[in-house]
């Protein structure tokens, strides 16, 4: 199957600090990439549409200057959780997708993320 | 405003027997549907899809159906094994438009499945 990879799987730093977290897919091209953010025994809530080349279309309630995400190349998407506050600390996911409509989200493995 | 409901929070179910897993929609606009399986700190899991030209698709052990009319779609795993237990995810999405296929998640239903 697909193989997304997410780098990396656990940070703990201060507050302030501004941390990224990079998302790849191995085996395929992804057009679209999205991020996701879970809290603890909720669902995935997804944060932003990464499309390569152009900029992410953020979800509503999403502070686009907060969670800045890059999608340069069609294998790579960033989000950086700028000057992060213990209130970011979440477990975020990203996936990919190939271009087609109808075909799955494949997700990378998370980045557990921990602001003291 | 959940627009993807998955009621049971939690099933419990024998080795060698059927699990059944339900989700509701309420979008109409949804027209591709998937389910997922997530252990902890892991990320999802795809298992299976289905259109909305579809009522049914099988994949091994795994079948999803869907009932348009009732907004509704079910796994059904059978047999059961130790190694499904997990957390199962729906999801939904609309393909048309400027969505790219982004996908609406239920809230999860815990499977047990005891030896």
């Known amino acids: 199957g697909a193989v997304v990879s997410q780098h990396p799987s656990w940070v703990i730093c201060k507050s302030g600090t501004s941390v990224k977290i990079e998302c790849r897919s191995l085996?395929?091209?992804?057009?679209?990439m999205f991020w996701y953010r879970q809290f603890p025994k909720q669902s995935l809530m997804l944060m932003a549409t990464s499309n390569e080349g152009s900029k992410a279309t953020y979800e509503q309630g999403v502070e686009k200057d907060k969670f800045l995400i890059n999608h340069a190349s069609l294998t790579l998407s960033t989000l950086t959780v700028t000057s992060a506050h213990p209130e970011d600390s979440s477990f975020y996911i990203c996936?990919?997708?190939?271009?087609?409509?109808?075909?799955?989200?494949?997700f990378g493995d998370g980045t557990r993320l921990s602001i003291l | 405003d959940q627009q993807v409901k998955q009621n049971s929070p939690s099933l419990s179910v024998q080795e060698g027997r059927i699990s059944i897993l339900n989700c509701d929609y309420t979008?109409?606009?949804?027209?591709?549907f998937l389910w997922y399986k997530k252990y902890p700190a892991e990320g999802p899991t795809f298992l299976i899809s289905i259109s909305s030209i579809k009522d049914k698709n099988e994949d091994g052990r795994f079948t999803v159906f869907l009932n348009k009319s009732a907004k509704h779609l079910s796994l059904h795993i059978v047999p059961s094994q130790p190694g499904d237990s997990a957390v199962y995810f729906c999801?939904?999405?609309?393909?048309?438009?400027?969505?790219?296929?982004?996908?609406?998640f239920g809230q999860g239903t815990i499977l047990t499945v005891h030896p």
């Open positions: 999801a939904a999405s609309s393909t048309g438009g400027t969505s790219y296929g982004k996908l609406t």
């Open positions: 085996d395929f091209q992804a057009t679209t």
């Open positions: 979008n109409s606009m949804f027209d591709y």
């Open positions: 996936s990919a997708k190939r271009g087609t409509s109808n075909q799955p989200q494949h």
